[in-house]
């Protein structure tokens, strides 16, 4: 049985009408894309070298984008007579690669501005022209000067000043070329590195908090219950309180046809002796067990590492995941060797699912936003409750929530989100948040003071990215389940969340918000809000629900 295509857009940022400070863009180039402000905590810092290699990515722009809303509806809106009809990863490459026309075109491009086409190569799937440049030769295609940014902690990057040109007839087949105007670490093999070790450090995953149990306030480290204590699941988040918080007890059914794939990037790793001490206290069938490795472009793990910034997120990862599917259950490591998400991963696995967590801030974040991502925002038991009542909104950080820039809110999102802002949303301005845009997250679960073990010691750690894989757990039991019964695994399931087949499946969180940006922030509310999504899952209802659809 073949998973379900994700599909990728690659969008086109808005333009402002900045000027350039350059003075030399040939007439028959056009501004193809341009950032509007710096990310917070950046600032230029000095001229790029000239001879400083940089790995071009330039993305194509791909057939047919106009139906895709049209063609993901069509399978994945449990009205439709199509749903659960996913296509194979070769229709979607035939739909959506981009024309043959499009790569002549940039191919010719490059020749022409002294650019030889044996130093181009073409991915695999058509989507993507690539080639080392320097810092000069870039600065002469894009008609742009490079800049090397730097932050406050002294990780650099670079990137163009303002935008970039491309010739006017190479653009109308261009999507976009990074690295150009985002900020992100050059890890190309060959290419010049700046400060790379520290910067790579800067771009990990992290929890939005981590600290070792010997570390908490003597009242709360009095309170961490044994593994099976469930009465102090407030202060340490064990795998038995995650099963009873939502009902999730399940043992793998169809697992040789079943499998959930974890990424992680650049240097991280796991920690093997640290997940078997965890598997021993909270999930004794899983000591021993490893993931499989998946490399992408040269990724490798080093499971004797003790590097707490290295080890701390991918062994968060694999011990919710492999902790809470039973032994039986594949879990896949896509291990990338770089710590770019968006082009190296969803290009080498195109059919893959992913659902993410979002860190808390108001100004809208990338791919969070995009209607075709599970977003996963975060709660908490409040301090001394039991995991029978109900949850709130975490106090300790900011669950990541709010409104698109870019991305309009999809249709299947409209009844509730507007609901929200009809009676709950504060009286924010536009300069504060998008009413219009596509609202995030779309649900929640448990992501405070969760177990974990770091270098053999206990810790407890939070943010969304501890509910992300939680999440994705109970996805991959929800495909078991189905795949076992003869159906097909569920695929994008936003338009089937905010359904009315899935009435009654989420439990409501009315407590708590998201302070940020100087703001109150977004309250949690009855119904969808910006800080919880629907709410967390019951997942017994949830189960039941996915498993009556075709």
Same mark, same amino acid.
């Given at each position: 049985?073949?998973?379900?295509?994700?599909?990728?857009?690659?969008?086109?940022?808005?333009?402002?009408?900045?000027?350039?400070?350059?003075?030399?863009?040939?007439?028959?180039?056009?501004?193809?894309?341009?950032?509007?402000?710096?990310?917070?905590?950046?600032?230029?810092?000095?001229?790029?070298?000239?001879?400083?290699?940089?790995?071009?990515?330039?993305?194509?722009?791909?057939?047919?984008?106009?139906?895709?809303?049209?063609?993901?509806?069509?399978?994945?809106?449990?009205?439709?007579?199509?749903?659960?009809?996913?296509?194979?990863?070769?229709?979607?490459?035939?739909?959506?690669?981009?024309?043959?026309?499009?790569?002549?075109?940039?191919?010719?491009?490059?020749? +022409?501005?002294?650019?030889?086409?044996?130093?181009?190569?073409?991915?695999?799937?058509?989507?993507?022209?690539?080639?080392?440049?320097?810092?000069?030769?870039?600065?002469?295609?894009? +008609?742009?000067?490079?800049?090397?940014?730097?932050?406050?902690?002294?990780?650099?990057?670079?990137?163009?000043?303002?935008?970039?040109?491309?010739?006017?007839?190479?653009?109308?087949?261009?999507?976009?070329?990074?690295?150009?105007?985002?900020?992100?670490?050059? *890890?190309?093999?060959?290419? !010049?590195?700046?400060?790379?070790?520290? +910067?790579?450090?800067?771009?990990?995953?992290?929890?939005?908090?981590?600290?070792?149990?010997?570390?908490?306030?003597? *009242?709360?480290?009095?309170?961490?219950? *044994?593994?099976?204590?469930?009465?102090?699941?407030?202060?340490?988040?064990?795998?038995?309180?995650?099963?009873?918080?939502?009902?999730?007890?399940?043992?793998?059914?169809?697992?040789?046809?079943?499998?959930?794939?974890?990424?992680?990037?650049?240097?991280?790793?796991?920690? *093997?002796?640290?997940?078997?001490?965890?598997?021993?206290?909270?999930?004794?069938?899983?000591?021993?067990?490893?993931?499989?490795?998946?490399?992408?472009?040269?990724?490798?793990?080093?499971?004797?590492?003790?590097?707490?910034?290295?080890?701390?997120?991918?062994?968060?990862?694999?011990?919710?995941?492999?902790?809470?599917?039973?032994?039986?259950?594949?879990?896949?490591?896509?291990?990338?060797?770089?710590?770019?998400?968006?082009?190296?991963?969803?290009?080498?696995?195109?059919?893959?699912?992913? +659902?993410?967590?979002?860190?808390?801030?108001?100004?809208?974040?990338?791919?969070?936003?995009?209607?075709?991502?599970?977003?996963?925002?975060?709660?908490?038991?409040?301090?001394?409750?039991?995991?029978?009542?109900?949850?709130?909104?975490?106090?300790?950080?900011?669950?990541?929530?709010?409104?698109?820039?870019?991305?309009?809110?999809?249709?299947?999102?409209?009844?509730?989100?507007?609901?929200?802002?009809?009676?709950?949303?504060?009286?924010?301005?536009?300069?504060?948040?998008?009413?219009?845009?596509?609202?995030?997250?779309?649900?929640?679960?448990?992501?405070?003071?969760?177990?974990?073990?770091?270098?053999?010691?206990?810790?407890?750690?939070?943010?969304?990215?501890?509910? !992300?894989?939680?999440?994705?757990?109970?996805?991959?039991?929800?495909?078991?389940?189905?795949?076992?019964?003869?159906?097909?695994?569920?695929?994008?399931?936003?338009?089937?969340?905010?359904?009315?087949?899935?009435?009654?499946?989420?439990?409501?969180?009315?407590?708590?918000?998201?302070?940020?940006?100087?703001?109150?922030?977004?309250?949690?509310?009855?119904?969808?809000?910006?800080?919880?999504?629907?709410?967390?899952?019951?997942?017994?209802?949830?189960?039941?629900?996915?498993?009556?659809?075709?």
């Amino acid at each position: 049985m073949v998973a379900p295509p994700s599909f990728i857009v690659l969008a086109t940022s808005v333009l402002a009408s900045l000027g350039s400070t350059l003075s030399h863009i040939p007439s028959s180039h056009v501004l193809h894309e341009q950032r509007r402000s710096l990310p917070a905590q950046w600032s230029l810092h000095r001229r790029a070298d000239p001879d400083l290699m940089l790995p071009l990515s330039i993305a194509l722009v791909q057939s047919n984008i106009g139906n895709l809303e049209e063609h993901l509806l069509n399978i994945a809106d449990p009205d439709s007579p199509n749903y659960g009809k996913h296509w194979t990863p070769a229709q979607v490459r035939e739909t959506f690669r981009p024309s043959r026309e499009s790569a002549h075109v940039v191919y010719s491009w490059l020749k +022409a501005d002294g650019v030889q086409p044996e130093r181009a190569e073409l991915s695999h799937d058509g989507m993507f022209v690539r080639v080392n440049v320097s810092i000069a030769e870039a600065e002469r295609l894009l +008609a742009t000067e490079y800049y090397v940014y730097q932050d406050e902690d002294g990780a650099e990057s670079v990137a163009c000043k303002h935008g970039y040109h491309l010739p006017e007839h190479v653009s109308r087949h261009v999507d976009l070329v990074r690295p150009t105007i985002d900020f992100s670490e050059l *890890s190309h093999s060959g290419t !010049a590195m700046l400060k790379r070790a520290y +910067a790579g450090r800067r771009r990990l995953k992290r929890p939005a908090f981590s600290q070792a149990v010997g570390g908490l306030h003597p *009242s709360m480290k009095a309170r961490a219950g *044994s593994p099976g204590d469930l009465s102090k699941c407030d202060t340490k988040v064990t795998l038995d309180c995650l099963r009873d918080l939502y009902g999730f007890r399940y043992v793998s059914v169809a697992p040789e046809k079943n499998s959930i794939g974890i990424v992680e990037l650049g240097d991280q790793t796991y920690n *093997s002796d640290d997940l078997d001490v965890f598997f021993a206290k909270y999930s004794p069938g899983r000591v021993g067990h490893r993931p499989q490795l998946v490399s992408i472009n040269g990724g490798k793990v080093n499971t004797s590492s003790t590097d707490l910034d290295f080890i701390q997120e991918s062994n968060l990862d694999l011990s919710l995941v492999m902790g809470l599917l039973n032994e039986a259950q594949q879990v896949l490591l896509y291990q990338n060797g770089n710590n770019d998400l968006i082009e190296d991963l969803l290009s080498a696995l195109d059919k893959e699912y992913f +659902a993410v967590g979002g860190p808390g801030s108001y100004w809208p974040d990338y791919p969070a936003t995009c209607q075709y991502v599970t977003v996963v925002g975060a709660t908490q038991i409040p301090p001394g409750k039991p995991t029978a009542d109900a949850e709130s909104a975490p106090t300790r950080f900011a669950s990541g929530g709010g409104f698109s820039n870019l991305f309009p809110r999809p249709r299947f999102q409209e009844r509730a989100v507007q609901k929200y802002l009809d009676e709950f949303a504060p009286p924010y301005g536009p300069d504060v948040f998008n009413r219009t845009g596509r609202a995030y997250p779309d649900v929640a679960v448990n992501g405070h003071n969760i177990a974990g073990i770091n270098n053999g010691k206990d810790w407890v750690s939070g943010g969304t990215s501890a509910s !992300a894989p939680i999440f994705a757990a109970m996805l991959t039991a929800v495909n078991d389940a189905r795949i076992a019964a003869g159906k097909s695994p569920v695929g994008w399931i936003n338009p089937m969340i905010y359904s009315h087949f899935f009435t009654g499946v989420w439990n409501d969180i009315t407590n708590g918000s998201n302070p940020g940006c100087g703001t109150d922030g977004f309250p949690a509310a009855p119904g969808w809000d910006p800080v919880t999504g629907l709410g967390t899952p019951n997942f017994p209802r949830m189960l039941a629900a996915f498993m009556a659809l075709p």
